[in-house]
């Protein structure tokens, strides 16, 4: 190991600008500690420590598994060596293996083998609807986008969990076969002998109404499931239909119902809202429609010219969320004390003559302000008051109703009401259970009910008490329910209980029957939005286990002559939607479109407001004291991998490393740094959780800086026992702490010690840039001094170039920018890079010694000085492509080449596996295969082996399109050639030039915020051949008939073997006179690209221009809003 | 006292010899009879059923994008599905009785609902991605690469289908170039003075000879 010596212009930027702050990745980078550095100080990482092979090994250092890796002797080595070459000797004799080719019996309509399909279809996320367009290869899923019809996705972006819902798919451990439970253990059985059970057993409820039947779901959007509900509950009258989901917008609809006397769905305008105040509010992530909020926040700050406006983001809330870290202003406040805050800004605004809070107003008039800072209570006030009817506060899912409803109330006084704010009717108006929701109180005697959700659970743990059978579909309540309920107890004691579920998992081995659910991609639904849009769910797949949809369980009990969910969803669109002769042509158009057209609601109307219902629920909420070091307070917050834990057994999602933390196949008990100091915690030390009643966690800690002081964040989802061979044993579950009162925070926790500790695995230190600047951010005022301030930040140095410059004239060059304004590190990109290019997973022992495949690594920085209270900054890098590529001269077999387009080429096939590119690429953007990553989780053993024997599953979710990376070799991003390739040819093919936005990379594809721009930078060309549809044309012409921006002819003479063009000329149209017909001239249609504007732009900054490498991929500074009275 | 007579003192020197003579065979035998020009060439398995492209691109002179329907469009060539066979088939008989028990084995496939396992003929190596329709958009004709299919009674490999022999032709195509109206005529010569201008079009196509050209 070499030392290295302090990178010299790691000071510089500070100097030169005077005011850029100090750039860090994590607590020993800035300075403590440095031990995982030294670890991973050697960029091959080979050294690392030992691990046990088995890749999923649990974290505790005491019950480490000793190593179970064959290690290769010498001796070993050339005995296999030798068998080897014996039998590549004798392959090579013999003829290739006869290789067999099973066309179609009957050709399915459409199918044209080679040509991959695209399916439009829906899927649910927190009781919201997202629109997703599948790609299928000859049947197979293997790529999930966002629909861009669909209201829900941003114009097309896809969420890390949609992208990644593949992988449950294809999940080697899901349930296959129906099981009956004798003895406590499940063992397999029929569906006809299930269906049977389930048939006597309704039966036996025939003669009382459905007295003693309950049937337990997860929030549900879905017309066709409400329709099989009301038939079900007409056939049993007596029985109990209830809603449970762990992470649900219950709070939202609740605190509507209180201000407005009923729930309703919340849509906030960010695009149009000047000041945005979050209120412990992830709306960028874990809350729903949030890849359209991500979308429209971005482009309400737009930093393209200095005078752009921006919106400024303030975010109170515990621990950082995605939408914190993108905060101009954020405060750390525990989720106790945030109600509190509310109330007093309340106080403040309602001093104002002009904001009328009415009874509201005297029910904040009491609340202290201890340990809030003024500035968050005066300048934020200021603001509010300054951009009304364009300023919005948003309340977030972990905020009780009372808040949302405090919130209305503001929203409404400041004018935001139908201006930032709108509202549409919820799609289960009649609520979970028929009769059972309490009617929203009308006047000041009504008590405010409690929250939706929760009630219902209470209410079924009252009910399970009497109840005789059960039917759980689709959820999984035993692990997730609060633990004061008792659920699985409960569920023990009923006679008959039916859980329908994608795994066996912890309800189902409580339950007396399992049966397979159907993946969302392989069942038909159907699901309205929040904003009403109807949406069918078509199935891309037939179920690949034989499983059924909770929708098809639930017409069977219902009594359906055929409970087929083709049958059930159609009727409902026939008899709901679209009635009339006409409704199988509206019935495929809403299939091919992904979206009924007409069915979106129509916002409402502002209803009066209930000042005396929100003044009695603000009242209501008691002020809870801020927790002390004795006393800290657990704030459970949805996991920005495993959401709500009903992923755990997904491989993509364990391995992906999470927003804020960059920890992979865990979470922790995320602390302050001062907070860790005074309890004298370190990293990974695991400690117990005391709550009051004889709670007790055990989880590992994780020190991040950004959470509140005296506060646990407790990422909700992990610590299965039942999910799977991934997920099984993988972080904490902070259930036990959980209970119907405390749903959101505890408080009142103690904090001890084991002594153990737990091997935490974290990406934030992999890939370090030595302290070179390479994340440039700045304030919107410095972009307004000094707009090319990027620039300034980043060195730049004359480098004469090594080699001849290529002359791409004439020719496609690629290239791509990232607007760091508009990234908000939500980890889309990663997955659908991962999805598009078949990268593997490796597990956490792999992660661990640096060798994860990612081909895009998000890096997440720390700004500022204060260790406690810093600001983020995101950054995407992916492989540059490198003009000056360093690591194609190194490369001793020429495997890594330079393309005449400016790529830089990566030839598996010729790769030997040297990784002197890996060594020697500025970037770190380079990934070895040093095992058989492919079956690697599957079989550790067979790590070595170069015998490819992946698990068909698996196999199934491959892009044919890319190469299955094996052994031994080194690979990076592409840039999506394939893409590319393929966009050339169907250009040729079709003789249609390439329109700008119609090529696109699978991660720009996928953003949510547009902030990857991919394209050409000499626009796309496209050389007229003899014959062509474009011959006679004018410039005009083209350009309305192909839809293209802007179109661009050069014409040019044919000059056979010349190294450069001759005679260019721009001309208006394509002549086919002579001159053409006989080769003499050439002429090239150039259709514009937005890219070369973005590679020229004032805030554009190029990685590490001081090395003379050239990248082709280019970054847009960062621009932060910040309020300067607040600094 | 010479135990050994002076004659053996050439021994080492004509051991080096034979070692590097058997050294040059053993290089040879290796880099010529195991190219893919004598590994490739010529293999034709025999196929499930006796389909003979002679009787029916040949002789009836069938074109053969009538059964590779999607050649133009697709990547793959595509084997045709079962269907399209018995659109002739389920009324066309054999005249010969060896013919008809070859469309016995046609229908009772098509019967049965059972894919016909073909036996793969053309392969190219798993990393190379290579599109049909890309080279028909080219004009490049079926001939130039699978040979005259239509005189061949059982389909073999007549082109060694290795990157060397791709790179031959993606350096200079112009020899393989044709109207793109002509690319599945088998006979095609370039005479007509108004074919060979179009053939001259080659400076509108620029078969790449970079790595991702092909390889993904």
Known sequence: ?????????????????????????????????????????????????????????????????????????????????????????????????????????????????????????????????????????????????????????????????????????YDPDRSTKPARSEGGTLLDAEWTAAEEALQARLASHQGNGGAGLLVLTPPNSSPSFRRARARFLAKFPEAGFHTWGSVTDANMREGAKIAFGRPLNIHHDFRGSRVILSIDSDFMMTEPNALTNSWRFALGRPAFRPNDPMNRLYVVEPGHSLTGSNADHRLRLPSSQIARYLKILAKRLATESDVDLADVASAVSDVSADGIPEAWIEKVAAELLANRRRAVIVAGLRQPPAVHALVHALNRALGNDGATVIFTGVADDDGGSAGAVPQAPSGGETAPPEPYYNTQVSELAAAMGGARTMLILGSNPVYDTPADLGFAEKLGSIEFSLHLG?????????????????????????????????????????????????????????????????????????????????????????????????????????????????????????????????????????CSKMLDGSRANNVWLQELPDNMSKLVWDNAALVSPATATQLGLSDRDVVRLEADGGAVVEAAVHILPGVADNVVVAPLGWGRHAAGRYGNGQGFDFGPLRTTEALWHRSGVRVTRTGDDWFLVRTQEHGSMHGRPIAIDGTLEEYQETPDFPQYRAVEMDIPPLWDRVDYDGKYKWGMSIDLTACTGCNACVIACQAENNIPSVGKGMVARGREMYWIRLDRYFVGEDENEPQVAFQPIGCQQCEEAPCENVCPVNATAHSPEGLNDMAYNRCI???????????????????????????????????????????????????????????????????????????????????????????????PTKAIVFGCLNGYPYVVRKGSALVGKTVQEIAREYGLREVRIERETVVPDSEHRVGVQEVDSIEGNDAFLNGQVKYTVYSASLLPQLQSH?????????????????????????????? | MQIFPRELNYLPLIGALGAAIAGGVVVFVFWYFFSPKNLQVGYSPEQPINYSHALHAGDLGIDCRYCHANVETS????????????????????????????????????????????????????????????????????????????QMEVVGVREPLAMGWCLECHRDPEPSLRPRDRVTDMDWEPGDEAEAALVADISTISPPEHCSGCHR
């Not at chain 1, 492919?934 to 196999?955: C, F, G, K, W």
């Open chain 1, 1 to 169: 190991m070499t030392r290295r010596n302090d990178y010299p212009v790691a000071q510089t930027p500070a100097a030169q600008t005077g005011n850029a702050k100090p750039i860090w990745r994590s607590l020993d980078d800035k300075g403590r500690a440095s031990e995982e550095r030294a670890r991973l100080a050697d960029a091959g990482a080979e050294h690392g420590p030992v691990l046990s092979a088995d890749s999923l090994t649990r974290g505790r250092s005491s019950d480490s598994a000793p190593s179970t890796g064959t290690h290769l002797g010498r001796r070993g080595f050339l005995a296999a060596s030798t068998v080897t070459a014996a039998a590549g000797l004798l392959e090579g004799c013999i003829r290739r293996p006869e290789e067999h080719i099973l066309p179609y019996g009957e050709a399915p309509e459409h199918v044209v083998p080679g040509v991959p399909l695209h399916f439009a279809t829906v899927t649910e996320r927190l009781g919201d609807a997202m629109g997703l367009l599948v790609t299928s290869h000859e049947g197979r899923p293997t790529k999930v986008e966002g629909n861009p019809n669909h209201p829900s996705t941003g114009q097309g972006a896809a969420d890390v969990w949609s992208q990644a819902s593949l992988m449950d798919l």
């Open chain 1, 502 to 638: 994608s795994h066996r998992d912890e309800t189902a081995a409580a339950s007396t029957w399992h049966l397979p659910m159907a993946h969302e991609l392989e069942s038909w639904g159907d699901l309205r939005s929040r904003d009403g849009t109807y949406a069918i769910q078509q199935p891309l797949i037939a179920p690949l286990h034989g499983g059924r949809s909770a929708l098809e369980v639930l017409g069977f009990a219902a009594g359906d002559e055929d409970p087929k969910g083709h049958t059930l969803v159609r009727s409902t669109f026939s008899e709901v939607f679209a009635r009339g002769p006409r409704s199988s042509e509206a019935w495929r158009t809403a299939l091919h479109a992904g979206v009924l057209a007409g069915s979106t609601r129509r916002p409402e109307p502002p209803r009066p407001l209930d000042t005396v219902a929100i003044a009695l629920a603000v009242r209501a909420t008691a002020d809870v004291p801020m927790p002390t070091p004795d006393a800290l307070e657990v704030a459970f917050v949805p």
């Open chain 1, 913 to 1007: 596996g040297t990784r002197y590119c890996a060594n020697n690429c500025p970037y770190k953007v380079r990934r070895f295969n040093y095992l058989n990553y492919h079956e690697y989780l599957e079989d550790p053993t067979n790590a070595r082996s170069m015998d490819v024997n992946i698990p068909a599953t698996r196999q199934m979710s491959y892009n044919p399109n890319v190469t299955v990376r094996m052994r031994g070799v080194m690979e990076k991003c592409s840039y999506c050639v394939q893409r590319l390739q393929e966009a050339k040819i169907a250009s040729r093919r079709d003789d249609r030039p390439i329109a700008d936005g119609t090529v696109r990379a699978a991660c720009q594809e996928t953003c």
């Open chain 1, 1098 to 1127: 004032d805030r554009h900054y190029k990685l590490l221009v001081e090395l003379g490498a050239y990248p082709r991929t280019t970054f847009l500074g960062r621009i932060r809003n910040p309020n300067s009275e607040m600094v």
């Open chain 2, 75 to 150: 990547q793959e060539a595509m084997i045709p599905p079962t269907q399209t066979c018995m659109g002739c088939h389920a009324v066309v008989e054999a005249p010969t009785e060896a013919g008809a028990a070859e469309l016995t084995k046609l229908r009772d496939y098509w019967e049965r609902g059972e894919a016909i396992p073909w036996v793969r003929v053309h392969k190219l190596t798993e990393t190379a991605y290579f599109d049909h329709s890309a080279h028909l958009a080219a004009g490049v004709g079926c001939v130039s690469c699978h040979g005259r299919v239509d």
